[in-house]
């Protein structure tokens, strides 16, 4: 079997999940903040080869004894490693609708060990318990006056507890605080994440942490500054423009990963069939 066949097979593969990320991130170019995936492609470990044993090769001089020898290295192949969010910033649209919420990322801290910045999130309750976290502030009051986002679940206070506005007559000040008639309800619940790469990124823009346990509290965190926005929307981060390139890119690799897939295949083919004749 030749050695190469394994090798492209597993750049097809590689190509192909990257494929399908890219056009995952596409097709949530509009949908509000969504955060593009981004995903990391890596070789497995060379092996190294060497010859086993001793040969005897016939010499004028008598006979010549051949200890193992390195042949050299052979490339495994490559996988995709992780796909990981982008995390930044999405641009605002503005709906004049009061129940639409942004966040403005202002500070964030770097994570020490990933080098990657902190974020921040709104919470949502869990129908199980325990909270989810989203950046679509595309929220709605439900028929018992409760903020919800747009699956349903309880958009959730600093305090850990659901808000009843019973209308959309209300006003969000840029710090947090809801306001009725010009009385503070309540104050819009935001999570921080200080090394977001290790949330698991759920459908319908939902992350949850890996132990289950809750982001704490994004007010009072040192270093951390953001604001929020009524009447806004944050769009997705998607740069549908680069994602394009890198699909047709990606294709372009797993075309020429197959042409050479198709050229061991012929080789194949001519050693059972003609070379095995003989």
Known sequence: MFKGFYTVATGMIAQQRKTEILTNNMANANTPGFKADQSTIRSF????????????????????TLKATEIGA?????????TLANYTQGTLIET???????LLNGAMPIDQESGQAGTIFFRL????????YTRNGNFTIDGQGYLVNPQGLYVLSDQGERIQLQNEDFQLSQDGRIL????????????????????????????????????PSAYGQDGVTFALQQNYIEGSNVDAAQSMTELLTAYR???ANQKVLQAYDKSMDKAVNEIGKV
């Open 253 to 255: 690799a797993f075309e």
């Open 74 to 82: 052979l490339n495994t192949g490559v996988y995709l490693q992780e």
């Open 180 to 215: 009725v008639d010009g009385q503070q309800v309540a104050t819009l619940g935001v999570a921080f994440s200080a090394n977001p790469d290790v949330l698991i990124k759920q459908d319908n823009g939902l992350f949850r942490s890996i132990d289950g346990e809750m982001l």
């Open 96 to 102: 004049n609708l009061t129940t639409d919420i942004a």
């Open 125 to 132: 309750e869990l129908p199980e318990g325990g909270e989810a």
């Open 45 to 64: 470990p060379d092996m190294l080869l060497s010859a086993r044993g001793t040969t005897n090769i016939p010499t004028e001089k008598g006979i010549n």
